[in-house]
Each structure stands twice: as C-alpha cells, then as structure tokens.
C-alpha cells in the first residue's frame, strides 16, 4: 500500500517553456504533499507543502510565480516549472502524506529535469 | 537549526562484506528517525522507521539502531549484495517538516 505515482520520470524541454509534473497517490488520500528538488551529491531540498485545497507554502528562496503548485484534489499534486531555464535542470521529487501512516510519507520515483 | 549529518559521505566495500553507516541528528522535538534507500535516478524507498522509544528495528539484512540519548543511528547491512550499491539516507521527522541528511553513497564491488 501507499503507493505514489510521479510522472514523468524524465522530460527535456527548451528553455522559456513550461513542464508540468504530476503525482498521484493510488491507494490512499494525500492530505499533504511535499516536492522537493535534489541536485546530485546532494540531499533532497524542500521547495514547497501542500494541502489539498490550500495555497501552497514555499520556501525561502523558492520563487512561488515559477514553481506553481496545484493540490487540487486528496490523490492529485502538480508541480509546473514555468519559464524553464538550464539551472532549474535538477530531479523533482514528490513526498505524499496522509491518513496510510503517521510518520512516514511516501515517495514518488521523481522526475529527472533537464533544460537545453 | 535541525540537523542531520551521515558518515561517511561515501564507502566502497567487496560483495559478502558488512558495513555499518552512521547518522547524528539534533532534531527537535524528535518524533522519528528513517532510513531510506534512493538507487539513482529514483525516489527514495523507505527502509526502517523507528520512534524514540525503539532501539533497533530490522528489514532483512538491513538493521537500523537507535540511541535517543547520543542522537545517533546506525544502519548495518549484513552480506551485501551489488544490488545494494545506492544512497542511504537518514531522515530525522519532529516538527512538521522532516530533516534529510545528506547520505551516504554505498557502492558494493563484486
């Protein structure tokens, strides 16, 4: 059980346009969704929360009119990385929480961004 | 500041052999402490959690341990295998949002 899906795994895109990642939440209600973004050799870096019907929370330093976050719905959290530019080449990782654990969150699979 | 630190960053070890990888946190308040494994290119999997209360909770040849008065984990793997050539990474959760260490890079030679 608590199975995230994160799609899609890899995507390349020219810069000045827009990506849209998605992650699902298949067998439970995600309350709380975290994306975070890891640059290799490093940790996961959170960008932002979610809650399902709630204006995300950023960051410091995470441009909320770039990133755009849609919890629009307890399985469903989109991340649209607006305006792309080669440094926001990185992988994008979803984090899903909700009524299936109290302390755990379970992982999407990630998606590896790459802007050219 | 929370804070999670894993040793060592990286460790090289022959196929059949034990390793032992450590985390320190400064997490508070502390509610939970997890290990995970990310193969490249993949989100994390969970491998153990354990409350302050717990000492020691197992996943197959995964054991993880658990000093609340130290602030310290450990991860031992027994025999390893290629397949366990990934990042482990520690995870400390307390406040709402959790604290990741930055891991260490296991990479098992056959």
């Known amino acids: 059980g608590a199975v995230v899906s994160q799609h899609p795994s890899r995507v390349i895109c020219k810069s000045g346009t827009s990506v849209k990642i998605e992650c699902r939440s298949l067998?439970?209600?995600?309350?709380?969704m975290f994306w975070y973004r890891q640059f290799p050799k490093q940790s996961l870096m959170l960008m932002a929360t979610?809650?399902?019907?709630?204006?995300?929370?950023?960051e410091q330093g995470v441009e909320k009119d770039k990133f755009l976050i849609n919890h629009a719905s307890l399985t469903l959290s989109t991340l649209t990385v607006t305006s792309a530019h080669p440094e926001d080449s990185s992988f994008y990782i979803c984090?899903?929480?909700?009524?299936?654990?109290?302390?755990?969150?379970?992982f999407g699979s990630g998606t590896r961004l790459t802007v050219v | 500041k929370n804070q999670v630190e894993q040793s060592p960053q990286s460790l090289i070890i022959l196929e059949g052999k034990n390793c032992t990888l450590q985390c320190n946190y400064t997490v508070s308040p502390f509610s939970n402490l997890r290990w995970y494994k990310q193969d490249t290119g993949r989100g994390p999997v969970s491998l153990t959690i354990m409350t302050f209360s717990e000492n020691t909770k197992s996943n197959g040849r995964y054991t993880a341990t658990l000093d609340a008065d130290t602030k310290q984990s450990s991860l031992h793997i027994t025999a390893s295998q290629l397949s366990d050539s990934a990042s482990y990474i520690c995870r400390s959760g307390g406040s709402y949002i959790p604290t990741f260490g930055r891991g260490t890079s296991l990479i098992v030679h056959p």
């Open positions: 067998d439970f209600q995600a309350t709380t």
């Open positions: 984090s899903a929480g909700g009524t299936h654990s109290n302390y755990g969150y379970t």
């Open positions: 979610s809650n399902e019907g709630s204006k995300a929370t950023y």
